[in-house]
């Protein structure tokens, strides 16, 4: 289907493409000069500083999700939508302090999945691998998918060409620099978002007065203006246990945690959220505006990029691209470097090749980084704008795991099996209440159905583990580099 | 039903899209802090 009412013609759309693709690829091949050894390539050195640490958490943070989604919050939950996804960043905040502690217990780590395995055990690991790859991959077809529709629907660009560059330019520039690239791509990445949702809610509010947008509201859907909408109020619990999930469990939170430099991680963290904080309200009002204006929405995930362009035109709809190809390159090399960790780490060096040297793990995680990019564009070929539907399915899963880890991390009486059984229990009976009651209560009751058993089974049957387990010696050289 | 009030409203969009621009000056400064000190990688 292409969008027939484009603003931006496909030529400079293309042009933009290219102008991205060969900055970016060139930025990863500059810093992966960098990333000659497995600890450079994967976790760039674990020496990034403030700076870098905190925007790269907060790039990551803002997918295309958030700018396209956030619009759909307002239009269907109102204020409690904007505010509801504002929570999300209440992950980052709450893993700050664990950043540190993480750095502090794993100081030779390099995945979430190394935590669990030496914590929990290879049968809770195992789980915990199925959830968080199962996740990494929903999370990256959506944003692939995010990436051929917007381009569709901004530039005329068809789907599957859209698709396909943007996935190819952030496997090119992630393969050749690894966490490098992904970390300094993801500065530059925030401040154009930054900047770009500035530049179009201002641009909006010049064009209409939020006197107006609200009057506006008002007469239309007044619901929207309720304090007590009840739909929103659990939509704000489900969105904030979604998002301790997702921070809690991802091993993209946890590979950047293990590349700060020592001290970094706290405040890195602690700023990216704060930075993150405002920008689904910055965003999602446009979705609030969309009715004032007149936009005429094909698709209701196209909010957004639909009232940028009606308001600024040609400049917005370039703005508005570059915003979200941004958005979606932050995500994207962020999920392929990350999930790229586990499949080198966890599944190759663990399971199938557990003698490997340095110099093969290293040419493994390069591979790796290919075929996910492979699997996320076979998986992309059906286009499905269902964004909602593919991120919240994931949803009850990825809260399961927020108490194994929260609590695994601080509490040494959290014992194996009852870490086990909360992953399982919390991610069925969370997925049963996703299909049986609403989206929006899944995360809800499945952190709640893994917090009593983490809690009673503790009770129950209490561990002392010794945190040194987790102190695991790094990878050995390979022996002609060390003559 | 009660509802937010228009100065609520426009105190938060405004707000928000406040922090975003000072979200990223605090960026910059913090990479020109790095650079100085040589604490970027």
């Not at chain 1, 603003?7 to 690829?25: D, K, N, R, S």
Request: charged share 10%.
């Amino acid at each position: 289907m292409d969008y027939q009412s484009a603003v931006l013609p496909a030529a400079t759309g293309w042009l933009l493409i290219v102008l991205f693709g060969v900055a970016w690829v060139g930025l990863g091949l500059y810093w992966g000069r960098k990333a000659r050894d497995l600890s450079g390539y994967m976790v760039a050195g674990r020496n990034v500083g403030l700076a870098l640490g905190t925007a790269t958490a907060m790039a990551t943070w803002v997918t295309s999700n958030t700018i396209m989604l956030a619009p759909l919050f307002a239009i269907q939950f109102g204020i409690w939508g904007m505010l509801a996804y504002c929570t999300a960043s209440f992950g980052l905040f709450l893993f700050a302090p664990m950043a540190r502690r993480i750095r502090h217990l794993m100081p030779n780590g390099f995945t979430s999945g190394d935590f669990i395995r030496l914590r929990y055990g290879t049968t809770a690991w195992a789980v915990f691998l199925v959830i968080m790859i199962f996740y990494s991959l929903a999370w990256l077809v959506s944003m692939a998918m995010a990436g051929g529709i917007v381009l569709n629907t901004v530039a005329g660009i068809p789907y599957h060409y859209g698709m396909s560059m943007i996935l190819l330019i952030c496997v090119l520039y992630t393969l050749f620099g690894g966490m490098y690239a992904v970390i300094g791509t993801d500065y530059i990445q925030s401040i154009i978002i930054m900047l770009g949702v500035v530049l179009v809610g201002g641009a909006v509010m010049t064009v209409l007065p939020l006197g107006e947008i609200y009057e506006s509201v008002l007469f239309e859907q007044p619901a929207l203006l309720n304090v007590l909408l009840p739909a929103s109020i659990m939509v704000i619990f489900n969105n904030l246990l979604f998002g301790f999930g997702e921070v809690f469990h991802n091993n993209i939170w946890w590979s950047r945690a293990f590349a700060m430099r020592k001290g970094v991680g706290i405040k890195a963290y602690t700023l990216a959220g704060l930075c993150w904080l405002p920008i689904p309200v910055a965003a999602g009002f446009l979705g609030l505006a969309s009715g004032s204006l007149g936009v005429n929405l094909t698709t209701p995930d196209m909010v957004g990029p639909a009232v940028a362009t009606q308001v600024l035109g040609f400049a917005g709809a370039i703005v508005i691209f570059i915003v979200i190809f941004a958005s979606l390159a932050s995500s994207i090399d962020s999920l392929l470097a990350a999930t790229s960790d586990i499949l080198t780490e966890d599944i190759f060096r663990r399971v199938l090749y557990p003698t490997a040297t340095e110099a093969v793990l290293r040419k493994a995680a390069g591979m790796t980084v290919i075929v996910l990019g492979l699997i996320a564009w076979t998986l992309s070929l059906w286009q499905d704008s269902g964004l909602l539907q593919v991120l919240f399915f994931a949803g009850p899963l990825v809260a399961s795991t927020i108490w194994p880890i929260a609590a695994g991390l601080y509490w040494k009486r959290v014992n194996r099996m009852g870490a086990l059984l909360a992953l399982v229990a919390g991610s069925a009976i969370g997925l049963v209440a996703y299909f049986m009651i609403a989206w929006y209560v899944a995360s809800l009751i499945g952190a709640a159905v893994s917090m009593v058993i983490v809690l009673i089974s503790t009770w129950l049957a209490p561990q002392d583990f010794d945190w040194k387990t987790l102190n695991e010696q790094p990878h050995r050289q390979p022996e002609a580099n060390l003559i | 039903m009660t509802l937010f009030s228009p100065v609520f409203f426009q105190v938060l969009i405004v707000g928000a899209l406040i922090l975003t621009a000072l979200g990223a000056i605090l960026l910059i400064l913090l990479l020109c802090s790095d650079f100085i000190n040589k604490r970027v990688w």
